[in-house]
């Protein structure tokens, strides 16, 4: 059984206890774990303080620092594949898709290296001629980051880069249901050179962990991606330390087909929002908004594409859907699904688990016209794709947006300028048209309502890991006037 280890102040250390940590595709675990509690957090974000203010980080130019990041970005290329099969054997995600993704996460470390550079001050043209007055920008401080088990090297990716350009120091606490990848990550970190205490890697579970971290109150801010009713915990925490927040939470994404658009390639895309990654993604495609005239039509093709996936082993590069993370995320769609058809859903295809070992679920699609289903309304994270069908433009919005989360839509229409109408009525932070599950380091990332908010990728999320501090330089040799009138 292997065996994993936090990292702290430049040193790989045991927690206070350690957990199993269980292989999704056959239920047995693999992996001992180190359980950090309240005082590993303690000495994690000590670290980072002292880091941030009196190590050998606080002394290197913007440019050194985005040297750092540049050989960390090699270190992930090269150890892509390593990390690929960590990621696979402790979460079920498919080998085929962490082998691209975590290739891919590289280059977000590069976009950041050469973003450090790059964060500039300002000059103020103030309105007293006596007065020199500019903006500096400065790290925010220590960066709590809150990593889920899903894809977490990216969404580790797009805080660790940002902050480390800006300057800030961190703890990052990996997710106990799935941390091997980020813990192995840390490796990379130390291999990089960065000093110590700059970069923490922690896991552990949510009171004696989590909750520990976000009311440190030598933390800044706290940067969260995960669901809603986790989230409510870290926000209230956060009134301890008075951290600011950024949040990147879950959606029920719509995903609207005209009846004008390309029908194959819409599939191929519903297919990749909502089947790829097991659906265990938060901008999963879960509801399709299909024009009613083609709706049988649609319905027939996706049907057999999803009836035609193949499960098996993550680990084999002919996998198209693996298991489930956990035996309770498994539970979670089975009881949903159940209450769905209750209400009135009609099963199109899949519905239940196939026989065997792990936590697998078939590709599901749930027919909710003349229902009003849960399925509709609350978050799968797994296979399950919800249908409405629409007859105008104005009914496919008012289903787009009966929603209370916003995180992503996909939009497939040949007319442009519909598609310039509905782009600017979707209330989510991301818009697809005529493709889905597109991302780049260049773009931002981010929700509207339940899903969230602040974003992360693009220059703004570097700018968000920095404060704005304004210096007023006197320039007359004359003496100060009036000291009880404000200047």
């Known amino acids: 059984m292997q065996r994993f280890q936090c990292y702290i102040d430049g040193e790989f250390a045991d927690g206070e206890a350690r957990f199993e940590s269980v292989d999704p595709a056959t239920g047995a675990a693999w992996a001992e774990m180190p359980e950090a509690r309240e005082a590993d957090v303690d000495r994690a974000v000590e670290a980072a303080h002292r880091a941030l203010y009196a190590g050998p980080w606080a002394k290197l130019t913007a440019t050194q ?34 082998s691209a993704q975590i290739a891919y996460v590289a280059e977000y470390y590069r976009y950041y290296a050469g973003i450090a550079d790059k ?43 940002p902050a480390l350009a800006a300057g800030c120091t961190m703890v990052v606490k990996a997710s106990e249901d799935g941390p091997a990848p980020l813990l192995e990550f840390a490796r990379l970190v130390h291999e990089a050179g960065f000093p110590a ?52 939470l879950g959606g029920k994404s719509p995903f609207i087909v005209f009846a004008d658009a390309d029908l194959e390639s819409a599939v191929n895309a519903q297919v990749a929002g909502i089947f790829a990654a097991t659906g265990q993604s938060c901008v999963a495609g879960s509801r399709l908004i299909v024009e009613e005239s083609v709706k049988d039509r649609f319905l027939e093709i996706l049907r057999a594409k999803a009836e035609a996936i193949r499960i098996g082993s993550p680990l084999d590069m002919a996998t198209e859907v693996g298991p489930l993370a956990t035996r309770r995320q498994r539970d979670h769609i089975e009881t949903l699904v159940e209450r769905s058809l209750a209400a009135g859903a009609r099963l199109v295809t899949g519905g239940s688990a196939p ?56 939009l497939f229409t040949r007319d442009l300028t519909r598609a310039h109408r509905l782009m600017k009525g979707i209330r989510s932070g991301i818009v697809w048209v005529n493709t ?52």
């Not at 985005?66 to 995600?93: I, S």
Request: glycine share 10%; proline share 6%; charged share 20%.
């Open 65 to 98: 620092r985005g040297k750092l990041l540049y050989r960390l970005a090699d270190l992930v290329a090269e150890n892509a594949q390593k990390l690929a099969e960590l990621e696979t054997r402790d979460t079920g995600k498919i080998i085929r898709e962490t």
């Open 119 to 161: 964060i500039e001050g300002s000059y103020l043209p103030i309105d007293k001629p006596d007065m020199d007055v500019w903006l500096r920008r400065e790290p925010i401080g220590v960066v709590a980051m809150v990593v889920p088990w899903n894809s977490q090297l990216f969404l580790s990716a797009v805080k660790i880069g």
């Open 197 to 248: 205490g700059v970069v923490n890697i922690i896991t552990g579970f949510g009171p004696s962990c989590g909750a520990a971290l976000s009311r440190h109150p030598k933390v800044d801010h706290i940067a969260f991606t995960g669901g809603p009713d986790t989230a409510r915990h870290v926000v209230r925490n956060s009134a301890e330390n008075l951290a600011s927040t950024s949040l990147e």
């Open 355 to 410: 026989e065997g070992a792990g936590y697998y679920y078939r590709p599901t699609i749930l027919d909710c016209d003349g229902s009003v289903s849960p399925s509709l309304e609350e978050e799968f994270f797994g296979p399950v794709l919800s249908v409405l069908s629409f007859e105008t433009e104005a009914q496919a919005l008012a289903l787009a947006n009966n929603t209370r989360y916003g995180l992503a839509a996909g």
């Open 436 to 487: 889905y599950r597109a991302v780049s380091p260049i773009a931002p990332f981010g929700g509207f309502g339940l899903s969230g908010h602040g974003r992360e990728g693009g220059m703004a999320a570097a700018l968000d890991y920095t404060r704005t501090k304004t210096v007023w330089l006197r320039t007359s040799d004359e003496p100060i006037p009036d000291p009880f009138v404000m200047r």
